[in-house]
């Protein structure tokens, strides 16, 4: 198993920027794919950005393009999730998640993902 532990959340201007973290522990990183998602009061939950852990291929969908990086320390185990000029429509949940690298499903459906984390709330005010 997989635990993950995301933390950076909290209550921003817009046009701030903020940081989330993801702590993994448990099985090697390095067979797996890890994204953030999130997910706003009354909606489905959404792909945000994922990057392969070994090789550090990364994707974005395109309201957070120029905006959001994602990347990780293999050291640490830790995920990162730096948002940019942030707007009040990036106000969720925002969930680390990690993907088998063997994964059929495409890495932005939260399908493929096998272990969630718990959400941290990001708030930005107008």
């Known amino acids: 198993q997989v635990q993950l532990v995301e933390s950076g959340g909290g209550l921003v201007q817009a046009g701030d920027s903020m940081r989330l973290s993801c702590a993994a522990s448990g099985r090697a990183l390095s067979n797996y794919f890890m994204g953030w998602f999130r997910q706003a009061p009354g909606r489905e939950r959404e792909f945000v950005a994922a990057?392969?852990?070994?090789?550090?291929?990364?994707y974005y969908t395109d309201s957070v393009k120029g905006r959001f990086t994602i990347s990780r320390d293999n050291a640490k185990n830790t995920l990162y999730l730096q948002m940019n000029s942030l707007k009040p429509e990036d106000t969720a949940v925002y969930f680390c998640?990690?993907?088998?690298?063997?994964?059929?499903?495409?890495?932005?459906?939260?399908?493929?993902?096998?272990?969630w984390g718990r959400g941290t709330q990001v708030t930005v005010s107008s």
């Open positions: 998640a990690t993907r088998p690298l063997g994964s059929t499903r495409s890495y932005a459906s939260a399908l493929g993902y096998s272990y």
């Open positions: 990057i392969s852990w070994t090789v550090g291929s990364t």
